[in-house]
């Protein structure tokens, strides 16, 4: 995850894969979390068998598609303002069709179709490979719209084309959905229950990114930890496998470790956990092997016990701390970032003050902060009245940045004057004589260029930095190159 407070990313997408052959041009943005970057990349592959090639000029585009986010209030707006940008467009090219996939699609339905009128299609999360059908339709002249949520659909027969790649780094799926109720939630009711990916799928598309060259792969999920293969279906359904499928049952530790011995010179990272699911086993994983980097997305949310339990987070704000405690016991240089809640319904300033004790304790290298964003459908909208005022939530969470910035100052000096790994990503934005990469830790370093190149995995000794950044200079290849 980039290191940012924003609540929403975009990218349009561009395809490394194009085909000659393909005459129509697909082109794609991509709002909220990195799982629907990820869809984007499957659903350019589906798209790719029909005549799409993707394309970053929306002005020639055939079909535009816009991966949404509904996590967020600021998101949806974010949406609604580019679709009523891609309908003005289609008055001088009337050929464009405007379609509307993930989060947003599975929660609003048919209203796109129906009372706003602003889309040509509507699919799912689980609906992508029904797209044919569905761009078929609209090429007839009729809306088209599939939301059906699936049991069992983790799309690991599909290759995905990777879009805006810096041909380095990469996702790979392993889980969708998530059975995790959390009150401010919409993702459960918009993505699912939780189902795993079966573990040779998984290996088979972490093998052919590093034959690709691929250096780096990111495993995702919106729960990694709750990982579980025994041969299929959701994981309620376990209970019901027989002996001999709970005995060769892979769990997201024995998954981590598959992944870490396929490719020992690919690094691994994962997001995202879940502190009531993660296990010491995962911990233990990680220092058993220097290909798995050192860092890991913990969300905690508040770091009060009583909005804990108004959110249905299942566990205490001491258990958090046990936990963060046997991380930093058998990964002492462990990095470890957050997801926080200002303003929730009901918080006080008491418990306000214990979500800062709790960022005082941990000391987070980075985090995602957000006011409370009332969320239609989600149990907190249903039963919970919003009632902190805006300015309260602007203040707790100015209150939560400042202290976090704080803390991103400390934990990046604390690199300083090591030598350290580093995987080179690309250009530096501020600079075009320096790299940009990141350590182990997720930390981002920049360095001059010399003779090095995208892709190489360099020691460098960090001599100075920013908040969030780290200024280096490289002494030679690592041992990884």
């Given at each position: ?13 561009l ?49 535009v ?8 209030e ?11 940008k ?28 129906e ?29 088209a ?16 084309v ?10 790979v ?25 079966d ?21 995702l ?12 279906g ?6 019901n496998?027989s ?20 490719q ?8 995202t956990?879940?502190?009531q ?14 290909n ?5 997305h ?82 907190a ?8 005022p805006e ?15 704080r803390?991103?100052?400390?934990r990046?000096e604390?690199h ?7 995987l ?58």
């Amino acid at each position: 995850m980039e290191k940012t407070i924003d609540e929403s990313v975009q990218g349009t997408a561009l395809s490394v894969e194009n085909k000659a052959s393909n005459d129509r041009k697909l082109y794609i943005e991509s709002y909220g979390c990195q799982m629907n970057f990820s869809d984007s990349e499957i659903v350019a592959s589906i798209l790719a068998k029909e005549g799409f090639n993707t394309t970053n000029v929306l002005a020639e585009a055939d079909l535009v598609l816009v991966n949404t986010c509904s996590i967020r209030e600021k998101a949806e707006m974010t949406v609604r303002k580019r679709l009523e940008k891609f309908n003005a467009l289609k008055k001088d090219r009337p050929q464009m069709k405007v379609g509307v996939l993930g989060c947003m699609a599975e929660r609003l339905k048919h209203k796109f179709l129906e009372e706003e009128q602003i889309v040509d299609m509507v699919v799912g999360p689980d609906a992508y490979k029904d797209l044919p059908n569905l761009v078929q339709e609209i090429d007839e002249g009729h809306n088209a719209v599939n939301v059906i949520l699936s049991k069992d659909e983790t799309y690991g027969d599909i290759a995905p084309v990777r879009l805006n790649s810096n041909g380095v780094t990469a996702f790979v799926s392993i889980t969708r959905g998530c059975d995790n109720m959390c009150t401010f939630c919409v993702v459960p009711f918009t993505r699912g229950r939780e189902r795993s990916r079966d573990p040779q799928s998984i290996i088979e598309e972490v093998n052919d990114l590093w034959d690709k060259g691929f250096k780096e792969i990111t495993l995702l999920g919106q729960n990694v930890d709750s990982y579980l293969w025994y041969g299929g279906g959701l994981k309620k359904d376990f209970r019901n496998a027989s002996e001999m499928q709970k005995a060769t049952a892979v769990n997201f530790s024995q998954l981590l470790e598959k992944v870490a011995l396929a490719q020992p010179r690919m690094r691994i990272r994962f997001s995202t956990s879940n502190p009531q699911d993660m296990t010491l086993d995962v911990i233990r994983t990680m220092a058993r092997y220097e290909n798995i980097c050192k860092s890991i997305h913990l969300p905690v949310q508040s770091g009060s016990n009583r909005i804990l339990k108004f959110m249905n987070r299942l566990h205490t704000r001491e258990e958090y701390f046990h936990l963060i405690d046997n991380i930093k016991a058998i990964l002492p240089d462990c990095a470890i970032s957050q997801d926080m809640i200002a303003g929730f319904p009901s918080e006080t300033e008491d418990d306000h003050k214990d979500t800062l004790s709790l960022m005082e304790y941990v000391k987070y290298d980075y985090g995602f902060m957000f006011a409370y964003s009332e969320r239609p459908g989600t149990l907190a909208e249903r039963k919970l009245e919003d009632d902190i005022p805006e300015e309260t939530k602007k203040r707790r969470l100015g209150e939560i940045i400042a202290l976090q910035r704080r803390h991103c100052q400390e934990r990046t000096e604390q690199h300083v004057g090591q030598i350290q790994e580093v995987l080179i990503e690309g250009t530096s934005k501020k600079s075009d004589q320096h790299w940009m990469g990141r350590n182990s830790q997720n930390t981002v370093a920049v360095f001059p260029k010399e003779n090095y190149k995208i892709g190489d995995f360099v020691k460098v000794r960090m001599n100075s930095c920013t908040s969030a950044t780290l200024i280096g200079e490289a002494i030679g290849y690592s041992k990884n190159n």
